[in-house]
């Protein structure tokens, strides 16, 4: 598995995602970053991991969220999987992203009620839930 680790420390609301996963790649990100992501993930040969590490504020949290729902979406390379990985998160509510939502806790309904409490796990947990999950087609 390859592993690419995104910073986001200092990601502003006007992040585009998408262009970022490319750039890390060294891939041109063309007129339309998420349709050149699409192309690029169908030659994955082994899985790639975009391991996303602490975006700072809510609205950023917020951007990275709604753009990981749509690449989710439109993305659907089995080789293509990430981690958002948030060290003092704030409250997050999943209902305005459906797809991220199912796939961060399938079977869930994160439309009402509380944010998705977040907990640390150590890294055989980490890997039991990762195995777990069902593979992409």
Known sequence: MDVQLLTADSW??????????????????GADP?????DESQSL????LDVI???Q??????KVCRQLDGTL????????????????????????????SAAVMPGQDHGAGPPLPLDRWDAGTARDVWNAQPARE
Request: no cysteine; aromatic share 4%; net charge negative.
């Open 12 to 29: 502003t609301e006007d992040i585009d995602l998408a262009r970022e996963i490319l750039r890390y790649g060294s891939l041109p990100a």
């Open 34 to 38: 998420l349709l050149t992501l699409e």
């Open 45 to 48: 040969s082994r899985p790639l």
């Open 53 to 55: 590490d602490s975006p």
């Open 57 to 62: 504020s809510r609205a950023v949290v917020d």
């Open 73 to 100: 979406r439109q993305v659907l390379s089995g080789n293509l999987r990430f981690l958002l990985v948030l060290r003092t998160p704030p409250d997050i509510e999943l209902a305005p992203y459906p797809v991220l």
